[in-house]
């Protein structure tokens, strides 16, 4: 089926001109009360932003690290006391330890990287370095916006029939180049008239769904309900849900699913309810250097998002099993178990 999907919501912008031009970031902090750009000019700016949750969502995380590596470089004059070298280092920590959670960030870093270092070794001039790497931020932006689109093409192949559809933090364009993940998938149902509702968790404590997913929603026209997480079980038993799904921040080798904290819980229930239980995820996400999910890096954030007032505890992530994984969608189709092997892991 060929439909037109849509989403007039961005976390990005480009102002200006390669030059002397910034990135500007969505402040997703603030929404749904207020709509606020912020200017990031250096990549350092671009560091905060990504550590500090201003942007977040895996794919826009790698987005945003690309222009940050091109604004660091850009800033960047040759210096007898400091190499190439030892700026490419520097960036690569500065902005591949903003969160470690969700592995686009370094797989753009690498990308990056890897383009300065084949300049360098045809003696370019570090003007041609700094245009190309801007090249390649545009190319990863782009290819992140069409692969959104491929696959939500590909998640609407799961669909007969005007569905219920429970999904979990937010994977709209707020989080990616385009139109979203999970959302994405969601969008092109609605757009093929295969929507009957969605049922949006609050996604504790940084409430995602509750202000990110549900705004995108409303934004787009979507029938959406926000839920507490714990209703979840509830909707279930009532024949309320007939699929779950999500994104995710790395797909390990054996195909285990990091994502944010709530979703194993998710995937138990529905398996619990024998509700299809899908992940979107573009390949770009798919580690294969990490063997299972007890190797991937959890991302412990300041408790006092959770409460300001006594002890508490903040994984932002868990991982769901690959056995309680009905299917990953990516942009090259609907992949099932053994996901070890039907996976397309890169390289």
Known sequence: MTVEITSRVVPLKWCGDRETGHLQMLDQRLLPGREVWLDMTSDRDVRRGIAD????????????AAYGFALGLRAFAYDPMVSLTSELDRLDEQLGSARPTAVNLRWALYRCRSRVEALEAQRAHLDEIVDALFDEAEAIWREDRDNNLALARHGLSLFEQPSRILTHCNTGGLATGGIGTALGVIRALDAASLLQHVWVDETRPYLQGARLTAWECAEDGLDATVITDSMAAHYMAQGLVDAVIVGTDRVARNGDVANK?????????????EIPFYVASPISTLDPHTPSGAQIPIEERDPSEVTPDFPAAHPAFDVTPAGLVSAIITERGVHRPPLAESLPFPG
Not at 53 to 64: K, L, Q
């Open 53 to 64: 949750m201003v942007i977040r969502g895996a794919p826009a995380i790698g987005i945003a």
């Open 261 to 273: 904290i709530g979703t194993y819980a998710l995937a138990v229930l529905a398996d619990h309810h």
